[in-house]
Each structure stands twice: as structure tokens, then as C-alpha cells.
């Protein structure tokens, strides 16, 4: 993919979402960027051809990571912080494996006219990594580059790619076991199923949990779609509102779901866990601010990283095949959970 114009400072600053001035200092040798910041500045410009670098190959080469803008403009900060970990942490996998880790966002006007960001024309990569949270139109033309791809945390089936996604069967059927442990028999469920596949995964194991343990599944106790990431809220009133009976717990699809349920349970006079159990999946870092402990299954964040850089760089040529390597999350026990037979006590 070769380069026909010449490379500026600002081109190095733009394609890094960084200033000019940190580009001019990190190239000089200059004070006044860190290291971790200098060294992505000199990969970038040995990888643009800036100057006097266009001679000097990086070490490794160049990954694209693709992110949709919208994980990382959720109006809470712990899923914002869910997905910044998961970023820079494949940013430090990548790093590790002797490459170096761009990241290239994808905004709703793109990913809406099907509109690859310009690293995929102007620079040289040895592969790609998408956060599968885009539409199957969208993954399909990143895929259609004929270039080493691997989805990560979500993908779309019938799209034959390399994925690394959490263990979202196995994590939810752990999680409505420990409420069926608990006494719990009457349990709902809370996760846009429509939207990605790990809340499709999640719901299948919540089935699976309830089906192996003879349990009903009302689905009027149930919300399985959703109209988009940003109406959860609207959609759980809605949800609430309509229920003629609540269920002695919920289980859903990922702690932002259960810290607004459980939000707008108290807005109705109903407390967690002495009148309803929840229990969620991510682990988010929200702590007392929501004044809910809540238990959860932990996403091995590191793990599902690392697992994305070796399958995208390892010499196995498999990163053009259906290959899903999933990571078991952990399940983490804390005070949403209250034992059937003290509910009411």
C-alpha cells in the first residue's frame, strides 16, 4: 500500500490523535512526552515514512485496531472504562508480540456508508482487530480487505472470521446457577439479544441454566431486544411498568443493565437483594457510587487481549479461518444475592 504524498508532522499527529507539538518534541528527543508516547510517535512516523524514518522499518509492523466510537461514549463511565481497558490493553498485547497497536475509530456516519477509515488505504498493517460491536455490513467489509482479521468481544455468525469473545454460555449458566443455588426459581432476564452476540450468548445460557434445572421461563419476565445501546433506560421503566408480578431475581446481561435495574427498582420502593437478587457479567469498576455490591462474572480483559494479539500474529495462518477462542470469566460473589428463604426477613 504504498505512500504518494509526503508524510508531515501533522499527518503523524492527526493519524494519532495527538498534537503537533508532541509529535515535534518525541521526534527531536525532546522533554516533555513520556516514553510510552514517544515510542508510539516513532513507530508512527517509521510506518507513515516521515522524513528521515521512511528508511527505518519498525520492528514488527503495524496492527489496525477498528473501534466503533459508541463503546466509548456510553454516558456512564464504568462501561466507557470497560472498553478503554480492553483498548489499551490490546495496545500492550500487541506491543508485547513486536508490533505496534493503531487505533482507528469508527463513527456512526462511517460505519452507516460503509466508510473504511483511511489507515486501511494509507498505511501498511499486518492485520486488523475490529471490536465486532459494529453491523454485519460493517464487519463484512472490513473482512472483504482480504487482510488478517480478528473480531474481538463480539462477532456476527455466517461471517467466517477469527474471534475472541468471553465465555458468555458458560459465564451465564455459572451466574443463574448461583441464584438457583440460592433458592431463586422464579428469575428474569434482562440483555438486548439482537444487538450483540455476547448478550445472544448470555441469554442462551441463562436458558440453559433454567432448562437443566427444570425451571420456567416467562417471558414476560424477559427483555430480550433492545432498539439501540442508548434506550436501556426507557426500556427497563417501560419493562417495569408492565410486569403484573416481579420475579424474585434478574439476571442481566451485563452490570450496566443491572446497576439501572436496580436504580429504577428503588424508584418503585423495591430493594436489593432483601426484595429482588440481580446479578450481572463485566465486572465493572462502579463501587459504592451505585451503592449496590454487586455480584457478577469477571471478563478476563488481559487474557481475551492477549489471546486477539497471538491469534492475529502467530504463524499458524489461521487468521483467516472460523476459529473462537473463548476466555472463561470469573465469577465474582458479592451482596446482590439474597437467599430465598430470607427474603422478606
Known amino acids: 500500500m504504498a505512500r504518494k504524498k509526503k508524510v508531515s508532522m501533522q499527518d503523524i499527529a492527526d493519524y494519532l490523535n495527538v498534537s503537533k507539538n508532541a509529535v515535534s518534541l518525541a521526534l527531536q528527543n525532546k522533554r516533555g512526552v513520556g516514553e510510552e ?75 452507516a456508508g460503509l466508510a473504511l477509515p483511511r489507515h486501511c488505504t494509507e498505511l501498511a498493517y499486518k492485520g486488523i482487530v475490529l471490536f465486532g460491536i459494529v453491523d454485519r455490513a460493517y464487519a463484512k467489509l472490513v473482512w472483504e480487505l482480504d487482510a488478517p482479521l480478528v473480531m474481538l468481544d463480539s462477532y456476527h455468525r455466517g461471517l467466517p472470521c477469527p474471534i475472541v469473545a468471553s465465555d458468555n454460555i458458560e459465564g451465564a449458566y455459572e451466574a443463574v446457577s448461583v441464584l438457583i443455588e440460592a433458592g431463586h426459581r422464579d428469575i428474569g432476564f434482562i440483555g438486548p439479544t439482537n444487538l450483540t452476540s455476547s448478550h445472544e450468548e448470555r441469554w442462551f445460557g441463562y436458558w440453559k441454566a433454567m432448562s437443566e434445572n427444570g425451571l420456567p421461563i416467562d417471558l414476560s419476565k424477559a427483555v430480550t431486544s433492545s432498539a439501540s445501546f442508548h434506550s436501556t433506560v426507557e426500556e427497563i421503566c417501560s419493562f417495569l411498568d408492565g410486569l403484573r408480578q416481579q420475579p424474585t431475581a434478574f439476571f442481566c446481561g451485563n452490570d450496566r443493565i443491572a446497576y439501572l435495574l436496580a436504580e429504577e427498582l428503588g424508584k418503585r420502593g423495591l430493594r436489593v437483594p432483601e426484595d429482588i437478587s440481580i446479578v450481572g457479567f463485566d465486572d465493572l469498576k462502579a463501587g459504592a457510587e451505585h451503592g449496590l455490591s454487586l455480584t457478577t462474572m469477571r471478563v478476563e480483559k488481559t487474557r481475551m487481549c492477549d489471546a486477539a494479539a497471538e491469534l492475529l500474529l502467530s504463524p499458524s495462518g489461521k487468521s483467516r479461518e472460523m476459529v473462537r477462542h473463548y476466555i472463561r470469566p470469573t465469577l465474582v460473589v458479592r451482596d446482590s444475592i439474597r437467599a430465598i428463604s430470607e427474603i422478606g426477613t
Not at 503495524?62 to 495496545?91: C, K, T
Not at 493503531?102 to 463513527?107: H, K, L, S
Request: aromatic residues 10%.
Open 37 to 111: 508516547m514517544r515510542h508510539k510517535i516513532v513507530e508512527a512516523a517509521k510506518e507513515l515514512g516521515y522524513g528521515s524514518y521512511a528508511d527505518k522499518p519498525s520492528s514488527g509492523g503495524a496492527v489496525l485496531v477498528l473501534v466503533p466510537e459508541r463503546i466509548m461514549s456510553y454516558q456512564d463511565n464504568d462501561h466507557y472504562q470497560f472498553f478503554h481497558d480492553m483498548i489499551w490493553g490490546l495496545e500492550k498485547s500487541i506491543r508485547a508480540k513486536g508490533c505496534n497497536a493503531v487505533i482507528a475509530p469508527i463513527d456512526a456516519e462511517m460505519e
